[in-house]
Structures are given as C-alpha cells and as structure tokens.
C-alpha cells in the first residue's frame, strides 16, 4: 500500500511538471490578457498607456461569420500564443485585406487544406488567404478601424509589460498598465496573467515536495529524540563505571548513526526552505490580514465571482487549456486511486488445489 501510495504521488508530480511545461511552451507567461465591454481602439490603447513600460500588445475582436470564430486584430497575436501554421503565415499589424484560416475552415470553403493565395469574402470584404492554421476552426483578419464599431461579441486586450527581466516588476508594472486600461473608456471585466496559470501548478508541486520533505524531517525527529533519550540515560547509569571517551568509543556506531540522522534532519530542512524560494504566487491572492476570515473569504468571493464571468461570457484559449489540463490530471489520478480487486479467499484456495494437482 505505501509502494502505491508512493507511486500515485510521483505520477502527481509528474503530471502537474507537464502542464506547467504545456503552459510555458504554448503562452507567453509575461502576457496579461484582459476582456472589456467595448471595443477599444489600438490608438487608444497606446495613448492611455504611454510611459507605462508598455512592451508588446495585441487587441481581437471577436465576432462570427458562417458558424466559424472571426477574429479581428491588430497583429502580435504570436507574441502571445503558440499559433501552429500548417501553411504559410499569420497575419501582422501591417497586413491589409488578408487572412489565416483554421484548416477546418478551409476543407469547409475550398475542400482542401492548400488555399494560400486564394480567395475568400468575410464580412462583405474579399480577403486572399495568406495562411492555414492546424487544428483550428477560427478566421483571422486584419485590424479595420471602420469595422471597429460592428457588434462584437468580446474585446480580448493581450499585453506584456517591459520587466527588464525582473520578476518582481511584473506584477507591478502589469497591474499599472491594467489600470490604465480600465475605465478609459472602457472597463476591464476580467483579466488574467499567464504567469499565475503556470505556476498554480509549480506551487502545488511545491507544496507537495515540502510535505514529502516534512513528513521525513518529523519522523528523523522522533527517531532522533528517542535515541538521544536512550542514550542519555544509558550514560547517566554508567557514568561512574567510564570516563565519557570511553563510553562513546563503545558506542561509536550508535553516534554515527546519530549523527547521520542529524545531518538527514538539516538537509531536509535546508531542503524546504530552498524549494519555497521558487514559490510565485501573485499579491492579489494574499489577504489584506491574515488573522481575519474575512480576508480570505473575500479571496474565494472574487475567485467565485471571477470564473462566474469567465463561464458566462466564454472562455479564452489559456482557459480553456486550463480547464482541459486539470480534468485530465483529475481524471488520471482517481483511475490511479482506484483499488485493484482482490482474489476472494476461495478463488485463492482453488487455485493452489488447481496448481498441487498439476
């Protein structure tokens, strides 16, 4: 049962390693995507958010056309997210009267996933295909500013802050440039950091370690209070017979032993202490007191209320990714928790009749 026990944990570490590293690979961790209730105007944007470390941006707007996802940006969009072409290229800021199709969209139009260079009318205006995503089903056009007051269905706004390769400026300076954003004109709804949905599975990973590495430094610290006690009052009775060199020259391995214990216990120590420097964990998430409970419930209230807004308005691909990853490791872990079924006292009496007759 330990043996499972063990094993069952090493999977989770495992599993939660490889959606960190499913995050990183696929999103720019220094991304900050925001949803609006308007549909802000990139030249807003870069008026609103002048000297505020603003380093890359990119602004869809989402609509639809045909039962396919249309999305109108201003470009970047590759800064951002891990957008795989299956033939020729995304779009840029500069393009005009182009766009990338999913490739499912393409066998819908053309019956073939080779339309680069062909034509296709989206929104009453002819655009030349100039790339096919993989394993998509979205439409991406270039930025028009007479389009901009159609009705879209959401404004996503994605942007990094210029950190100088600073962790702690991020948080800072993308929470500036969010107020920026927010209430000028329009206000931000919702927002995400890249960087908390990777490391919500590094912290639990963590957290799991620093357990491991506890439950052994409690046990070395029984065994050794326990075996300093014996030894102690080993000594006390014998004292007046040995001089304490010669007692420890008789019991040198016992010391070692001891000794060695000691070390394990420091080591562990030192152990936990060094993972929990590579915990990330957004001051967002703290409370403002940590000895009031409502500080905490105010936490889960804005937790609660946020994936509320998340569920009824539509979920973002990073989301999405999330949602997906977690019900995949969810999923694995109760198939792996699940316990074997066991021989029935009579099955295991037939089969050794069964294997003496033989």
Do not use: C
């Not at 026990?5 to 995507?33: D, F, P, R």
């Not at 009267?97 to 002819?126: C, E």
């Amino acid at each position: 049962m330990e043996i499972k026990k063990i094993l069952i944990t090493l999977a989770l570490l495992l599993l939660l390693m490889a959606a960190s590293l499913y995050i990183s690979n696929n999103y720019n961790l220094m991304g900050v995507e925001l949803r609006l209730d308007g549909p802000l105007d990139y030249e807003v944007l870069e008026r609103i958010t002048y000297g505020t470390n603003l380093l890359n941006y990119s602004i869809n707007y989402e609509g639809s056309t045909a039962g396919f996802k249309t999305i109108m940006t201003t470009g970047n969009d590759l800064l951002f997210k891990n957008i795989k072409m299956e033939q020729g290229d995304f779009i840029t800021r500069n393009d005009r009267n182009v766009v990338a199709l999913g490739d499912r969209v393409s066998d819908k139009y053309f019956r073939t996933a080779d339309a680069v260079g062909k034509n296709i009318s989206i929104y009453g205006i002819t655009y030349e295909v100039k790339g096919v995503i993989k394993n998509s089903d979205l439409i991406y056009i270039p930025y028009n500013k007479d389009m901009l007051n159609d009705n879209w269905s959401r404004v996503i706004v994605r942007f990094q802050p210029y950190t100088g390769g600073e962790y702690k400026n991020f948080h800072l300076r993308a929470n500036n440039i969010m107020e920026s954003i927010n209430n000028n004109p329009y206000t931000v709804i919702n927002s995400i950091k890249y960087m908390n949905v990777a490391y919500f599975y590094r912290n639990i990973s963590i957290i799991i370690l620093i357990s491991i590495l506890l439950n052994i430094a409690v046990k070395i610290y029984k065994s050794l209070k326990e075996n300093l006690r014996i030894r102690y009052e080993d000594y006390q009775i014998r004292k007046l017979e040995m001089s304490i060199f010669r007692y420890i020259s008789i019991n040198i391995k016992d010391i070692i032993n001891t000794a060695f214990k000691i070390l394990i216990e420091l080591a562990a120590i030192y152990a936990m202490y060094k993972i929990a420097t590579y915990t990330r964990i957004d001051k967002d998430f703290f409370p403002d007191n940590f000895l009031a409970l409502e500080s905490y419930t105010s936490i889960l209230k804005d937790l609660y209320n946020s994936w509320k807004l998340r569920l009824e308005n539509g979920l973002t691909p990073i989301m999405m990714d999330f949602l997906k990853v977690n019900v995949f490791i969810l999923t694995t872990m109760i198939i792996l928790m699940i316990p074997g079924r066991k021989a029935a006292p009579n099955e295991d009496k037939s089969l050794g009749e069964g294997f003496l007759e033989q």
